[in-house]
Structures are given as C-alpha cells and as structure tokens.
C-alpha cells in the first residue's frame, strides 16, 4: 500500500492497464450486463404475472449418440442415466474399435432394454472420434442428433432442455452444461470444477446472448441431423467439437446455450494429466481452426460472411492467442529489469486487480444456478482462480506456439497414424 500511495492514477491504470482495457470490457461488464440484463427480465415476468413454461413444448425425435473406446467400465452408468427422460429417442453405441467388454456389454443392455431403439456399432480397428461421430449418426433417422462422451451421466431433465431452443429455426446446435463429477476430490479437481461454472455457465451464457458462441461441449452437445449432413459431418480432430460448430455458423445458424441441460464428466485428479488434456484442447483453437481453416470469417467478399463470425474470429484470435504472447513476454521481460521489488508489487497489483476481475463471474454463478449451495462452496477457491489461469495460459501460449512452428495438434496420439497421415494439414 505504502508503494501504491507513491504512485499517480496514471501510474496505476497503466500496471493494470490489460484489465481496465481487455479483461474488464470483455469479462466483468458483459458478464455484468447480462446478469442484470437477466434479472431485470425475470422480475418483469413476475411483476407481470407470466413466468417461465413449467412444462417442456418442443419434442422432436432425438438420436443420443455414445462414441468411445474402452468405455466398458463407464458406459453402464451413461446408459442407465438415459433410460426414461425422454419420450422419443432412439440410441446408437459405437465401438471404436476398443479391447475391452464395451460392445458385449451394449449389446446385452439393448437386449435387456427393447423398448428402446438402439444399435450397437463395433469397428474391428479404431478410426478415431470423428469417424465414428460420423459412422454411428448414419444409422440414425432422428431430428436431432444429441453426441454423449462415454463416460458423461446426464442429468433427468438433458435432453427435455438441450432440444428446447431448436423450436426457433435459426439455432443449428445447442451446446449444454458440464459439471465436473468429482469437484471436491482435491485442489486440482476443485479449480476445474469453477473454471467450468465460470467459463460455461457463465462464459457460455453471455457469448450465446451476445450471438457469438463459437462451439459446444463435446461431452454434451445437440445438432440438428440435416445440417450434420449439409456440412459432411465431423472432419478429423482434434477440435473437432469447435470445427463443426464453426461450418455450422458459416450456413448461417445460430449456437445456442441450454444452461440446465447438464451432464457430469470425470476431471483430471493430478496436474500433470491436467496440463496435457489443456495443451492438447488449446492447440489446436485458435491458429488451426479459425486462421488456418476458417480464415474466410474475416473477409467480407466471402458468400458465408457475417459480422458475429468475424467477432467470433477476433474474439479468438485477440484473446486466446495474441494476449497470451503478450503477456508471457511481458511478464518475463519484467523479470530482467534491474531492481525485482518494484516488480513484485506489479505482480501482487495485477494479482489483486484478477480477483475482483472473478467476483462478478462469480455472482453469475449464483444468480444462474440450481445448486447455489454447492457452487457457494466452490467459490471459496476464488483467491486462487488468478494462479490457476496463469497457468493455463502459460499451457495455453506453449501449445499456440508450438502449433504455429510444427502443426502439433497433428501429431496427437488420440487421432490413429493412418487418419492423421491421410487427413490435410491445415
């Protein structure tokens, strides 16, 4: 404090200069804007006397489709989790060529469980996510194609509120939320577990009512199945989540967020596994898929052009690549300078500027959840959000570069040599 009382305001705004012109704008007003924006309409509803639909209206017919490998131990729990929440839905299981019990278990269940469509599909070689997606959608004859990792658990009411938004033409794919099963099991666990109520609930939310939600959860996702065939299905992955949301926007649709069409997943327990799962997600986004790939977001002679997906384009490539660089350069440039006390007041500035950065997220998050109590008690790791997503930047930056210099996300061990030798390197 004593070294803060010495400085002038100028001084100041320029040590948190990224928050007050990049983070503050982007995270803390929109989110805040939303969040009123939100509460102003359902106190309109009340004072009014018309709240929210108790009950569900749009029921189209819906394919869950579970792709995976070596998924025997919790496909059990995925299925049963589907059994009766939903009135019209057909299932398809595709085994990606495991060596495990998954198929001889899909088929028993469907066996036990006739009442429901399903069909099992099993390769003899593994393909990779993509061409099974594509494989076990092909024996579908649904209006909505809803993709389940194997080992998600969806909650009873998914698949009622992630078809909900497609009763308005212009939504392609709804993306839904996804909550970290073993939350509290240690610190690792428990930073995931906000991460994803602040960047999916919340983040999420506001991206979807800002128009420019770029993808959906691959662990809970819905699309529309003649737009899946419009735009050939899933191409190779990684990313491959983000890849056919973006193909989808180009058509002109709509992404939407269903906030309460929620389903469980399994986080990583040791930072290790942690950091590899993130170097390999972050990759592949920003310079594979929207420079590479989908560069034409940006021109506006292109028959696909709008000015959300040029947003979106920016919005990536500004805030997932650029400040990432920037800011590890930055931060390792300080490090050389003569004197380290000043230095260290810097970081302890910005370190205190981040956390009241993560307070309205944090409201967000309480404002739009149904477990308040739960969540309440996450939020007490708020103090060490800061450290966390340095951290993932840090992952992040390396994987980004990495990319530009060798195309890494190619040389992924999860996608078979002989797809990722015949696949075009974006």
């Known amino acids: 404090m004593h070294w803060l009382s010495s400085l002038s305001w100028n001084e100041i705004a320029f040590i948190i200069a990224g928050m007050l012109v990049l983070d503050g704008p982007r995270y803390c007003l929109t989110t805040t804007l939303v969040v009123l924006y939100d509460w102003a309409c359902d106190c309109y509803r009340v004072v009014i006397g018309r709240p929210e639909p108790a009950e569900f209206t749009h029921c189209p017919s819906v394919c869950v ?86 080992d998600s658990h969806l909650e009873p009411d998914a698949i009622w509120e992630i078809v909900q938004p497609f009763a308005d033409a212009g939504i392609g794919v709804v993306s839904a939320m996804v909550r970290v099963r073993n939350a ?54 990684p990313g491959e989540d983000l890849d056919i949301c973006m193909k989808i926007r180009k058509l002109g649709f709509q992404i939407a967020f269903a906030p ?9 327990t040791k930072w290790w596994a942690l950091l590899k799962q993130r170097h390999r997600w972050d990759g592949d986004s920003s310079v594979r898929h929207f420079i590479r790939k989908h560069g034409d977001y940006t021109n506006p002679f292109w028959k696909t052009f709008t000015w959300s997906n040029l947003l979106v384009f920016w919005d990536a490539v500004i805030f997932h690549l650029l400040c990432g660089i920037a800011t590890v350069v930055w931060l390792f440039a300080e490090c050389l300078q003569p004197s380290n006390v000043p230095y260290l007041f810097m970081l302890l500035t910005i370190y205190v500027a981040a956390v009241l950065c993560e307070i309205p997220s944090f409201i967000g998050i309480l404002y739009y959840s149904r477990t308040r109590k739960t969540d309440g008690v996450l939020g007490l790791i708020l103090p060490l959000m800061p450290l966390y997503r340095f951290l993932m930047l840090i992952v992040r930056t390396q994987a980004n570069v990495r990319e530009i210099l060798y195309r890494d996300s190619f040389n992924q061990r999860h996608v078979p040599p002989h797809v990722r030798a015949a696949t075009w390197h974006w």
């Open 184 to 237: 509290f099991t240690n610190l690792c666990t428990s930073c995931q577990a906000f991460e994803y109520l602040q960047s999916i609930l919340v983040g999420r939310r506001v991206s979807a009512g800002l128009g420019i939600l770029p993808l959906a959860s691959g662990a809970l996702a819905a699309y529309r199945r003649d737009l899946l065939e419009r735009v050939g299905g899933w191409d190779v992955g």
């Open 260 to 268: 309460y069409s929620t389903c469980q997943t399994e986080a990583p």
């Open 65 to 150: 489709m579970i792709v995976g490998r070596n998924e025997g131990d919790s496909l059990p729990a995925t299925l049963q989790s589907v059994i009766g929440i939903y009135p019209r839905l057909e299932i398809v299981i595709c085994d990606d060529g495991s060596n495990d019990n998954m198929s001889t278990f899909a088929r028993e269940w469907a066996r036990q469980h006739s009442e429901i469509s399903t069909t099992v599909v099993q390769r003899p070689w593994r393909g990779g996510k993509s061409s099974a997606l594509n494989l076990a959608y092909q024996h579908s004859q649904a209006e909505i194609i809803v993709a389940v990792d194997g």
